[in-house]
């Protein structure tokens, strides 16, 4: 099973970038997927999750209101869209999958069973 983590980039202050999360090995279509950051450090954070239906969201409040995440079933993929990006959303982002099905979305680092290897999101001011 693999998370494969990809969008990063160098991003000026107020722009935005679109985080993708294809997963392969396994489908992912009734799982809790979410996306967490670490920036450098820091512990990783919680930033967004999404239930297995996109019926239910959970942000951050770091992100909320800027950052929308999303899923598409048939791709087994998440993404991350991030506007009005600030120096402070510099980090590795995450992505990683609950193993649970049908569990609700969660920010708890623990639920989480498979992670991605990460990628880098630098902010300038």
């Known amino acids: 099973v693999q998370l494969q983590a990809s969008g990063g980039g160098l991003v000026q202050a107020g722009g935005s970038l679109r985080l993708s999360c294809a997963a392969s090995?396994?489908?992912?279509?009734?799982?809790?997927m979410g996306w967490f950051r670490q920036a450098p450090g820091k512990e990783r954070e919680f930033a967004a999750a999404?239930?297995?239906?996109?019926?239910?969201?959970y942000y951050a409040d770091s992100v909320k209101g800027r950052f929308t995440i999303s899923r598409d079933n048939a791709k087994n993929t998440v993404y991350l869209q991030m506007n009005s990006l600030k120096p402070e959303d510099t980090a590795v982002y995450f992505c990683?999958?609950?193993?649970?099905?049908?569990?609700?979305?969660?920010?708890?680092?623990?639920?989480?069973?498979?992670w991605g290897q990460g990628t880098l999101v630098t902010v300038s001011s």
């Open positions: 090995g396994r489908t992912f279509s009734s799982n809790t």
């Open positions: 999404i239930n297995w239906s996109g019926g239910k969201l």
């Open positions: 990683a999958a609950d193993s649970r099905a049908y569990s609700g979305s969660s920010y708890y680092i623990p639920d989480y069973d498979y």
